[in-house]
């Protein structure tokens, strides 16, 4: 029965994968910038965990600091472990006068930190469609916006950040930065059909589970009867 009863437990190993990709999805439908994940498998049935980047729905939040990518890309953002990306464009502006993200990591221009003083004077403060920031219409920095040839390097660091396994150098600039100040890029999870998916997994999880206890019962069956006498 060895065999038997590894083929179920396999199976609802693989579904309890996908069931965990699923629930983690749900868990961030409101995540601004999350990228929902799906597992696959190989020819030799090893699970891969894959990523959806295809763009989420536009939320306007009246916020002039807000950023949502319509391109392909990441903003970088500086930690104190190093270098993470994320596609979550809610910034604000810290007390140092540091454009920040949600987190108060400070968000990469191509020139280093941005800069963004507005205490002295009433000035105003635009994000244009190309990531140019500009106070009173003169240039102050750009978003340091970029992209990767092998996007399977990046892994979920959490806090909404993504973390590069690869170079430093392997970062490309993408083809067009386009996005829209004033709002967000919403998760790419719809929850209906991530809440189908679940459903489906969980059937499929309760099937081998069944079919485990069933042989399960059939080895004590034999092993208790097997060699009695009557």
């Known amino acids: 029965?060895?065999?038997?009863?590894t083929r179920p437990t396999q199976g609802g190993l693989r579904q309890e994968r996908k069931l965990e990709a699923v629930s983690n999805n749900l868990a961030n439908a409101q995540t601004v910038g999350f990228k929902r994940d799906f597992v696959s498998f190989d020819?030799?049935?090893?699970?891969?965990?894959?990523?959806?980047y295809t763009l989420g729905e536009m939320e306007y939040t009246d916020n002039p600091l807000d950023y949502a990518l319509e391109t392909e890309g990441?903003?970088?953002?500086?930690?104190?472990?190093?270098?993470?990306?994320?596609?979550?464009?809610?910034f604000s502006v810290s007390?140092?006068?540091?454009?920040?993200?949600?987190?108060g990591f400070p968000v990469m221009g191509q020139g280093g930190n941005i800069i963004i003083d507005t205490n002295e004077v009433n000035e105003t403060v635009e994000i244009g469609l190309n990531g140019q920031i500009t106070i009173?219409?003169?240039?102050?920095?750009?978003?340091?916006?970029?992209?990767?040839?092998?996007k399977t390097k990046?892994?979920?660091?959490g806090r909404n950040l993504l973390s590069y396994t690869g170079n430093a150098e392997d970062e490309l600039a993408p083809e067009l930065v386009r996005g829209r100040a004033g709002a967000l890029e919403q998760s790419n999870v719809h929850v209906v059909d991530e809440m189908v998916r679940m459903i489906d997994y969980q059937k499929m999880f309760e099937m081998y589970t069944k079919s485990m206890m069933t042989f399960d019962e059939v080895d004590s069956k034999a092993i208790n009867e097997v060699g009695q006498t009557t």
């Open 74 to 90: 990441f903003f970088k953002i500086e930690t104190p472990e190093g270098l993470r990306y994320t596609r979550n464009g809610s």
């Open 43 to 52: 020819k030799e049935f090893k699970a891969q965990l894959n990523r959806d």
């Open 95 to 103: 007390a140092e006068g540091i454009l920040v993200d949600k987190n």
């Open 136 to 150: 009173d219409n003169v240039l102050v920095d750009t978003l340091d916006v970029v992209t990767f040839a092998d």
């Open 1 to 5: 029965m060895i065999l038997e009863m």
């Open 154 to 157: 990046l892994e979920k660091d």
